[in-house]
């Protein structure tokens, strides 16, 4: 079984989330569930409505929202929730793939994640970046053709980062790697984190074969707080010592992110 976990924040991707979920629906391997989990800031509307009721109304869907706590978006906090709401559900073996809802891939995506039999690894090593077109193209069409990209709209491919789809294995996230580290505010270096500590266990940095592709949106101009480099830098000289105390810690709690005390580790 694997728990598709995808975070959802802000307007403008709904449309790529319908994509995804309609690529899902197309894999060969069908064991699995999907978990949305979007949260809104205060006082907004949802801005995945639609799709809730259109497309994720399915026994193997389920959608989560909760209004965003104060302070910036918390993209950690939100794959920590995703995996604590199947995790009482979840048996040994299961694996929590986390993916970000403007990604899309062939038939045979699920079943060659289900086939890799690594505790942590990052779930692709070529992404193509589409252009406007042929994101629309993907989206009108709502599945990606076997072999395809061979001519992907928007240049050639990116390589294998820290980021975009990380699977991890139920009883390595809770016992031994910890989770996402929700001391990160704001976008980016949560993955970097995760990462570390995983290479910093494994010994190496593991990776399983895949191409994916991003589809098209406006850029994000968000950036991580200076908290989170702060974090980051703890993190990168500390790796074990994070991992000990997220797996101690209470993370995933609807309420909010749950911050480990990192005052105590020398800079």
């Not at 190496?204 to 974090?231: E, G």
């Not at 990168?236 to 609807?254: C, D, F, T, Y």
Request: aromatic residues 14%; charged residues 20%; glycine residues 8%.
């Amino acid at each position: 079984m694997i728990s598709v976990i995808i975070p959802c924040s802000g307007p403008g991707r709904e449309r790529h989330l319908e994509t995804l979920i309609r690529v899902l629906e197309k894999q060969t391997f069908q064991d699995f569930r999907v978990i949305v989990f979007e949260t809104v800031p205060v006082g907004k509307s949802n801005y995945y409505d639609h799709y809730r009721s259109n497309i994720l109304d399915y026994h193997k869907y389920f959608y989560l929202d909760v209004n965003r706590p104060e302070g910036e978006y918390n993209r950690s906090w939100n794959m920590n929730v995703g995996a604590t709401f199947v995790k009482d559900i979840s048996l040994d073996g299961h694996k929590y793939l986390f993916m970000d809802a403007d990604l899309v891939f062939d038939e045979n995506y699920l079943q060659a994640v289900n086939d890799c039999m690594l505790p942590w690894f990052i779930a692709w090593n070529e992404k193509y970046n589409l252009n406007p077109e042929t994101t629309e193209v993907i989206m009108n069409r709502g599945y990606v053709e076997k072999g395809w990209p061979k001519t992907p709209g928007g240049g050639p491919a990116m390589y294998c980062d820290a980021g975009k789809i990380t699977c991890v294995d139920k009883i390595f996230y809770e016992k031994v790697w910890g989770g996402f580290n929700e001391n990160y505010f704001g976008w980016g270096l949560e993955d970097n984190d995760g990462a570390f500590r995983a290479s910093h266990i494994l010994g190496h940095f593991p990776v399983m074969p895949y191409k994916i592709i991003h589809l098209h949106h406006p850029t994000n101009v968000s950036h991580p707080s200076d908290v989170s480099r702060d974090v980051w830098w703890v993190a990168e000289h500390n790796p074990a010592e994070i991992s000990k105390r997220l797996v101690a810690a209470n993370l995933g709690q609807l309420t909010g992110p749950t911050v480990i005390d990192i005052s105590d580790i020398k800079r």
